[in-house]
């Protein structure tokens, strides 16, 4: 049952004081279109569950997973059975450099199966089980183990799409000369992403022609690298409008962005709300 709906954003009631929720839902009602800014992780345990994210429908079988980014629309129409939904507050996991590597993860939804890829399987629903125990338990580190149990799921989930990248490209393996130079202009990027990047620059920094940079790019992070910048930027600015203090348009060029239009256009596209509609959400959120 979603509790708090505005529009299609939800926003979701964390108990305790908590940064985590976990659901271990036996309801046969439908959720409706809608978002939120946690990261949602779903594995039935009994009978078949569908999941729309995005725009492909995934009927996910029982012990199978799904990682549901932050601001993707997704809807579950009713089903009979019992499931776990996770979510995670993902501001918790943003701002941390040590992270991004983990970003290209939530470029879409992540379906886990046994096949082809049961390692990986095999660590993301023991991660999951273990989040299950440790959000019941007592102790005072539990909250510290489910963030530890849920970034060794990303991380498996990351490994294995760089396994996926060098096993069978469309056009050739990257070369482990290839891999450090994108780590470089990675590096570069999450230091300079609120200045001005053009992909001339970028492609030039790693010693490429700009259509082999932003082809071994989009292969290496499952995200052009435009929209890597622009993930980096609408992070920053996701912390800078919870500062009622701070103009829309200041956020807007603080964080990276040319033009109030084009920084209106894509948080919309990002997080499916203008950045003022955005801020009044946090706002009412921060009331409940």
Known sequence: MIKNLTGV???????????VMLYD???????????????????PLTNDFSVISGDREYVLKEKEILIIPPGELHSMPAREGRRIIFQCDNTQLGGNVILDSLLPVFSSAVYITPEPDRE????????????????????PVADARIYMNL???????????????GDAPEDGELSSDDSMKLKYVMNYINHNFTEELSLDTLAAIAGYSKFHFSRLFKKYNNMSCIQ???????????????????????????SGFSSITTFNRIFKAHKNCTPSEF??????????
């Not at 954003?9 to 940064?19: I, L």
């Not at 970034?151 to 990248?165: D, G, P, Y």
């Not at 910048?229 to 200041?250: F, G, W």
Request: charged share 30%; net charge neutral.
């Open 9 to 19: 954003y939800e926003t979701v009631e964390y108990e305790n004081k908590r940064v």
């Open 151 to 165: 970034l060794s799921i990303l991380t498996a989930v990351r490994e294995a799409q760089l396994r996926q990248t």
């Open 279 to 288: 801020r009044k959400l946090f706002k009412n959120s921060d009331n409940n």
């Open 25 to 43: 839902n036996d309801e046969t009602e439908a959720y409706p279109t809608h978002w939120h800014n946690a990261v949602e992780i779903i594995i």
């Open 228 to 254: 890597y910048i622009n993930c980096k930027r609408i992070k920053m600015a996701e912390q800078l409008l919870c500062d009622p203090e701070i103009s829309v348009t200041d956020i807007a060029m603080r």
């Open 120 to 139: 990986l399987y095999l660590i993301a629903r023991k991660g999951i089980l273990d989040i299950y125990s440790d959000y019941y338990s007592k102790s």
